[in-house]
C-alpha cells in the first residue's frame, strides 16, 4: 500500500511542461462538456430505444397498436426519452 501511495506522490511531484498540462487540462475539459451536453446519455437513450423496440417487436409481432403502446411504456419506464 506504501509502495503504491509512494509512486503517485513521485509522479504528481515530478515537473509537468505547459504544453502537456495544457493537453490534460483541455481532454478534461472537453469530457465535461460532453458530459452536460447529454452525448452520452443520447447513446445510452438510443440503445435502450432498441432494446425497447426488439423487446415490444417479440411481444407483439403481428399487432401494431399492441406493439405502440408496449413501446410508449417500455420508453417512458426505462428510457427517459
Known amino acids: ?10 509522479g504528481m511531484a515530478q ?5 502537456a498540462a495544457l493537453k490534460k487540462f483541455g481532454v478534461g475539459l472537453a469530457g465535461m462538456a460532453l458530459a452536460c451536453f447529454g452525448l452520452v446519455n ?6 435502450c430505444t432498441n432494446r425497447c ?3 415490444c417487436q417479440e411481444q407483439f409481432p403481428t399487432d401494431p397498436q399492441q406493439f405502440q403502446t408496449c ?4 420508453l417512458s419506464r426505462h428510457c427517459f426519452v
Open 1 to 10: 500500500m506504501n509502495n503504491k501511495f509512494d509512486e503517485l506522490a513521485k
Open 15 to 19: 515537473s509537468v511542461t505547459r504544453r
Open 42 to 47: 443520447q447513446v445510452h437513450a438510443g440503445s
Open 53 to 55: 423496440r426488439r423487446q
Open 71 to 74: 413501446y410508449r411504456i417500455c
